[in-house]
Nanobody
Framework: QVQLVESGGGLVQAGGSLRLSCAAS????????MGWYRQAPGKQRELVAA???????DYADSVKGRFTISRDNAKNTVYLQMNSLKPEDTAVYYC??????????????WGQGTQVTVSS
């Protein structure tokens, strides 16, 4: 089995910062792309940021310059540092990982979601 466990969400005032973490555990051979998505009430889930195992990074235009994604391959963990938060960043944030199991097959896994609320 594989699990993605997220932490770090919460309530913050506009202009504040939060750091999200997501740790993968279980029968893992390797992890390809890891990323963060978010879903606000009444909206579709959208990509926030993603990072490959080689370190290539992609950001949504709405978070460029404010959010930073990073990963620690030794710990199978991905982070999202969120600065200059805005009320429109309020959403449930989900961790995603493309994980190569010990069978060498690749599976797509999601975390349980963590709420981020930014007050104005």
């Amino acid at each position: 089995q594989v699990q993605l466990v997220e932490s770090g969400g919460g309530l913050v005032q506009a202009g504040g910062s939060l750091r999200l973490s997501c740790a993968a555990s279980g029968s893992i051979f390797s992890i390809n792309t890891m990323g963060w998505y978010r879903q606000a009430p009444g909206k579709q889930r959208e990509l926030v940021a993603a990072i490959t195992s080689a370190g290539s990074i992609d950001y949504a235009d709405s978070v460029k310059g404010r959010f930073t994604i990073s990963r620690d391959n030794a710990k199978n963990t991905v982070y999202l540092q969120m600065n200059s938060l805005k009320p429109e960043d309020t959403a449930v944030y989900y961790c995603n990982a493309h994980i190569v199991r010990l069978s060498y097959r690749v599976y797509d896994y999601w975390g349980q979601g963590t709420q981020v609320t930014v007050s104005s």
